[in-house]
């Protein structure tokens, strides 16, 4: 197996996640037959902004009833949203065996399992035919992918003519160093960051037409900050993205926020479309 993923499965690896899951729900008195689908949302949306950017970015355009695709879909809580608000019908695809066996069975436990579909696979290598998607999302994945140029061809090729793309991303900003851990690796070596304008060119010479870029820098230092007092006040929530990133959550989100407000890193979120040349 390649380095690099033998690297990111661990680092993302999480035993008996569900369970966890299941356990903290229950330590807050939610019957387990009668949880909903937002009932998850502070730990199945494992990127800056959580539940309130993934709405944006699907409203921003018109998914309805859509097959859309998602790439490094986590525990799937994207997934759930788009087949619950939007009637999508969706494939979540992810490295982790595990986060796939936990995403499998949260849409079983809110009752979404006949709108989405998980299956563990690589982005470099996606097990779909040509032209097979509406619709192309990923959020906070390609930070551990090192080979962009197959990553972004991987997804015009599965998109359909006239599909979108959406994206929300960490990108390199400035010059400054990153401290680490971060949430998506603990070693420099396996943080493959690179700029926005370096993805804008790959998408572009892939003939992708840009529709929309949106810079989230500042709303995401802010839901930071937020979500640090909070902490600081109330301790680490039962359901929260710290049953992801274990002990060392609070240094990967400090690390994460200084890199963002030292202009080390930036937030972006965006629309692409592939021409449909017929
Ligand atoms: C920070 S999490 C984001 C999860 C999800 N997109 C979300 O926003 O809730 C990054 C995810 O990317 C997945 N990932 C990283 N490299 C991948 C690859 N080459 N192929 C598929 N998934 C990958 C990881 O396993 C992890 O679940």
Redesign the pocket.
């Known amino acids: 197996m390649e380095a690099s ?1 033998d690297e ?2 661990n680092h ?1 690896h999480r035993p008996n996640l569900y369970e966890i899951i299941t356990g903290q729900l229950e330590k807050q008195n939610i019957d387990l037959k009668q949880v909903g689908r937002r009932d998850l949302s502070a730990v ?4 800056v902004r959580g539940a309130a950017v993934s709405e944006e970015l699907a409203t921003s355009i018109d998914l309805e009833d859509q097959n859309v695709l ?6 799937g ?2 997934c759930r949203m788009l087949a619950d608000q939007f009637n999508c019908q969706v494939t979540g ?4 065996p595990e ?1 796939i066996r936990t995403a499998n069975k949260l849409s079983e436990l809110v009752r979404l399992d006949h709108k989405t579909t998980f299956i563990q ?4 290598d996606l097990p779909f035919q040509r032209h097979t998607f509406d619709a192309v999302w ?4 390609q930070m ?2 090192p080979d962009k140029k197959r990553f972004y061809a991987e997804i015009v090729r599965v998109l359909k003519p006239g599909g979108s793309f959406l994206y929300y991303e960490i990108l390199k900003k400035g010059k400054s160093t990153l401290d680490f851990p971060v ?2 690796s603990n070693r420099p070596e396996f943080s493959f960051l690179f700029k926005s304008s370096e993805m804008h060119s790959l998408l572009e010479n892939l003939d992708m037409q840009k529709i929309k870029t949106t810079d989230q820098t500042i709303a995401g230092i802010e839901f930071f900050e937020k979500m640090l007092a909070r902490i600081h006040v109330q301790g680490p929530p039962l359901i929260g993205l710290n049953l992801l990133m274990g002990e060392s959550t609070l240094l990967k989100i400090s690390n994460l926020l200084k890199g963002l407000k030292e202009k080390a890193l930036q937030l972006e979120s965006g629309i692409y479309v592939k021409p449909d040349l017929n």
């Open positions: 993923i990111i499965q993302y199945d949306e494992f990127h998602d790439i490094g879909c986590g525990i809580g994207p695809i992810d490295l982790s986060y696979g690589n982005a470099l990923t959020q906070h994945v551990n992918v949430p998506w």
